[in-house]
């Protein structure tokens, strides 16, 4: 069974520039979760989709959005990018909302010049 | 103060030793996560636990509902356990919150 998988591994981007990041959940997953770890704050939540709607948001600008698609894969979109947005950008997919196991994906590091 | 909080920050052991991790939360929650984080950033979840005790291998989570307070266990540590352990909170429907990890490093 394939694992939650996430591309780019990597990604240089440029102050200003746009970024889309993609998960594919594992399958029959219908819920992605995506989350941003940086080495000052540590893991936080940025927005959960289930069924192709956010069913719930963290705490981050407009700047960043996201979306689900009727296949369950997900992608994020980070706009005018700054410096701080360097991180480690997380997904994981679990079969429904709520009280449920997680499978994380292994990540997209994206640093900002 | 952080709403869900870890100790201690750094733990180093010797092979063989039992080790525990603790995790206290301040907010209502409806499950506990424990997470392993390797070098490079892959994570892996390890139990969830919304009361009780849960063993697997040697590891064992505990959670006390009433104390808002969860411990991570490994028995006989071997070096490859030498990670970043991470408990999350699910509070708010199904958000995580995250606590700020324990880096555990086992010396042979």
């Known amino acids: 069974k394939a694992g939650v998988t996430q591309t780019p591994r990597y990604l240089i981007k440029t102050r200003g520039q746009q970024v889309t990041l993609s998960c594919s959940p594992i399958s029959g997953h219908r819920s992605v979760s995506w989350y941003q770890q940086t080495p000052g704050q540590g893991l936080q939540f940025l927005f959960e989709?289930?069924?192709?709607?956010?069913?719930n948001k963290g705490n981050f600008p407009g700047r960043f959005s996201g979306r689900q698609f009727s296949n369950s894969r997900s992608e994020m979109n980070v706009s005018t990018l700054e410096l701080g947005d360097s991180a480690l950008y997380l997904c994981a997919s679990s079969s429904a909302l709520g009280n449920y196991g997680y499978t994380f994906g292994s990540g997209t590091r994206l640093t900002v010049v | 103060k952080n709403e869900v909080e870890q100790s201690p920050q750094n733990l180093t052991a010797q092979e063989g030793e039992f080790i525990t991790i603790n995790c206290s939360y301040s907010?209502?929650?409806?499950?506990l996560h424990w997470l392993q984080q390797h070098p490079g950033g892959g994570i892996v979840s390890l139990f969830m636990l919304s009361s009780g005790k849960k063993k697997h291998g040697r590891l064992i989570a505990t959670i006390n509902i009433q104390e808002k307070h969860s411990s991570l266990h490994i028995t006989a540590s071997h070096p490859r356990d030498s990670a970043v352990y991470i408990c999350a909170a699910v509070t708010s429907g199904s958000r995580l919150t995250f606590g700020e990890g324990t880096q555990l490093t086992v010396n042979p």
């Open positions: 907010v209502g929650i409806s499950a």
């Open positions: 989709y289930f069924s192709e709607t956010q069913r």
